[in-house]
C-alpha cells in the first residue's frame, strides 16, 4: 500500500498515512481552511506545463494582474500576464495581456503592478535590455498604451526586473545595468506621452549589488532594495522633492549578515517600510525574516526584526507586502502541508507594535508549490502566487486572493483616525527623550515643530505630506537643549495644535 510522509510544522510531528488516511487528512485542512480562509483560487483558461503562472501578482480595487514568465504563446519563454476582475465573489479572468512585441526568452510577466487603470508589466529580457509594457483600461478592455525602454539600455540590463505603478508614475528595476551593479528609472505621463525623468543608481554600488531587485512606490516615497549577493544588501530610500527623486536615506538591518540578501524585497505604506532577508539564519540556515522601518522626518529607524515563531531552516520566509496596518510576509518554502508547500504569516499594526495575527495555507496546498513565492496587499485583501502548483499540469501555476477582513480581528482602515489630534508627550518632564504623538484624518501636509518659549525654532520633526494614519515621534534633546520649557506645534492645511514640554536636566 503506498503510504506518503506527511511533515506537520505542528510539534514537527511527521507521521506515516496510508492513501485513504491522507485524503482523509487533506480534506480536514481543506475544510478548515475554508471557514476560516475565505479564500478564492485564481487559475487560467488555457495553462499548461512549467509557465508558472504566479511568479508575480498585484491586485488594486476590483482588478488583479497575474504574470506567467514562462508561457510560450509567442515563443519558448515569451511570457504572458492575465487581469482578473471580482465580480460578487469570484474572480473572472477578463483578459490575457499578449503584446506583439515579445518572442522567445522575453519573459514578459517577469514583474507587475497595477493601480486604478493602469497595469505595468515587466519584459526582462525582450530587446536584450529588458522593456516594460503598459496597458490602460478603456471600459472593459485593457489596451497596450506604451512600451518603456532605458535611455541608457544595454543586453543584459535585465530592466523591468521590477516594477511600480502609482498614478502617472512608473518605477523600474534594471537589476543586471553596470555588470549587476543596477539602476532605477522612473517614467511619467506628460500629455500623450511616457517620458524618462530620472536615472537613479546608489552613488556607493558595485558590481552584483543588484540594486532595483525590488522597487517600491507610493506618493511620497520610493525604495529600491538591494539584495547584494557579494555583501549583505540593503535599501535605498528617496523622497521626492519637485520633480526630482533625492536619496535621504539608506536602510541596513541592525544585525546585517552576509548572504542574507537583505532588500530583495520591499515593501512602502504611509510611514512603514518593510524589507525581506529571505536567505537570514537567526531560526535556521536560510530561515528568513522581515525588519520593519518607521519614519520620523526623512530619517527611518528600525522598529522591528520579525523572524516566524515556528520557523525552519530553509523556508525563505521573508517576501513582504505592507498596507495600511497589515503585514503580509510570504514563506514558499514553508512544509506545513508537505515540503515546500509554502505559507503566508499575517501581522497586524496596533498602534504600537506589528503583532502576529495568524498562519494562511492554501486551502488545497501540496507539497512544492511554492505558495508565498510572490504576494501583494490592497487594503485587507491578499493575493497570493502559488507558481508551481500543479492543478491542470506540472508547475502551471496558480493563485490565491484572501479577504482577511472578517476572518481575523482586521478590519478595514481600522487604525485611520477619525479627526486630527495631537497628544501631550510622554514622559512629561523628560530627560533626554520623549514620545510626541499625532493623527491626521486624511493624507495631508504636516509640519510638527519644536520651539523654545520665545518663539525660537530649535527642532523641526516633521515637514512632509503624510498619508492618514496615526503617528509616533521620538524626540530625544540630550545635547541640543538646555533645561526649561519649549513648545511643540503642529499644523497641517486643516488643523493647527500647540503643547508644552518640560526638559529637566
Excluded at 338 to 360: R, T
Excluded at 470 to 481: C, G, P
Aim: hydrophobic share 35%; glycine share 12%.
Amino acid at each position: 500500500m503506498d503510504k506518503f510522509i506527511i511533515n506537520l510544522k505542528m510539534g514537527k510531528i511527521i507521521r506515516e498515512l496510508n492513501n485513504y488516511s491522507t485524503f482523509i487528512f487533506l480534506l480536514l485542512i481543506f475544510i478548515f481552511n475554508s471557514v476560516i480562509g475565505q479564500q478564492v483560487k485564481i487559475t487560467r483558461s488555457d495553462g499548461e506545463a512549467d509557465e508558472y503562472f504566479g511568479n508575480s501578482v498585484a491586485v488594486h480595487g476590483d482588478y488583479a494582474i497575474v504574470g506567467a514568465y514562462f508561457d510560450d504563446d509567442n515563443g519558448w519563454g515569451s511570457g504572458s500576464a492575465y487581469i482578473f476582475k471580482k465580480e460578487a465573489d469570484i474572480w473572472n479572468q477578463k483578459q490575457k495581456l499578449l503584446p506583439s512585441g515579445v518572442d522567445d526568452y522575453d519573459f514578459f510577466g517577469t514583474s507587475v503592478s497595477i493601480y486604478n487603470d493602469l497595469a505595468v508589466i515587466g519584459s526582462t529580457g525582450d530587446n536584450g535590455s529588458g522593456s516594460v509594457y503598459v496597458f490602460r483600461k478603456s471600459g472593459e478592455s485593457w489596451n497596450e498604451e506604451a512600451v518603456l525602454i532605458p535611455s541608457n539600455g544595454s543586453s543584459g540590463d535585465l530592466f523591468g526586473t521590477s516594477v511600480s505603478v502609482y498614478n502617472e508614475m512608473v518605477a523600474v528595476g534594471a537589476a543586471g545595468d553596470d555588470i549587476n551593479t543596477g539602476s532605477v528609472y522612473i517614467f511619467e505621463k506628460e500629455g500623450t506621452s511616457w517620458e524618462e525623468k530620472q536615472y537613479i543608481y546608489a552613488s556607493d554600488g558595485i558590481n552584483y549589488d543588484y540594486f532595483g531587485s525590488a522597487v517600491a512606490l507610493d506618493d511620497v516615497v520610493l525604495a529600491v532594495g538591494v539584495k547584494g549577493y557579494l555583501g549583505t544588501g540593503g535599501v535605498y530610500v528617496y523622497i521626492k522633492d519637485g520633480n526630482t527623486w533625492e536619496n535621504v536615506s539608506k536602510i541596513r538591518a541592525s544585525d546585517n549578515g552576509a548572504e542574507d540578501q537583505f532588500g530583495a524585497t520591499v515593501s512602502v505604506s504611509q510611514n512603514f517600510i518593510a524589507a525581506g532577508a529571505r536567505f537570514e539564519d537567526e531560526g535556521g540556515i536560510d530561515c528568513g525574516a522581515a525588519y520593519i522601518f518607521v519614519r520620523a522626518g526623512n530619517s527611518w529607524s528600525e522598529l522591528k526584526k520579525i523572524i516566524p515563531t515556528d520557523g525552519i531552516e530553509n523556508e525563505r520566509f521573508g517576501k513582504v507586502a505592507i498596507d495600511g496596518n497589515i503585514l503580509a510576509i510570504g514563506a514558499n518554502n514553508d512544509d506545513d502541508l508537505g515540503l515546500e508547500s509554502g505559507s503566508v504569516y499575517i501581522y497586524q499594526w496596533n498602534g504600537n507594535d506589528w503583532m502576529f495575527n495568524q498562519k494562511l495555507t492554501a486551502n488545497d496546498g501540496f507539497a512544492g508549490d511554492g505558495f508565498g513565492s510572490s504576494l501583494f496587499l490592497d487594503g485587507t485583501r491578499v493575493i497570493v502566487g502559488s507558481p508551481n502548483d500543479n492543478d491542470g499540469a506540472s508547475d502551471a501555476g496558480s493563485c490565491y486572493v484572501i479577504d482577511l477582513q472578517g476572518i481575523t480581528d482586521i478590519q478595514i482602515n481600522g487604525n485611520i483616525p477619525t479627526e486630527y489630534s495631537l497628544s501631550q508627550n510622554y514622559p512629561n518632564p523628560f530627560n533626554p527623550s520623549t514620545t510626541i504623538e499625532f493623527a491626521i484624518p486624511n493624507s495631508d501636509e504636516v509640519s510638527l515643530i519644536v520651539y523654545d518659549m520665545l518663539g525660537r525654532e530649535v527642532a523641526e520633526l516633521v515637514n512632509d505630506k503624510l498619508s492618514a494614519g496615526n503617528y509616533k515621534i521620538q524626540y530625544n534633546a540630550a545635547e541640543k537643549l538646555s533645561s526649561g520649557v519649549y513648545i511643540y506645534r503642529i499644523r497641517t492645511n486643516n488643523y493647527l495644535n500647540t503643547k508644552k514640554l518640560l526638559l529637566i536636566k
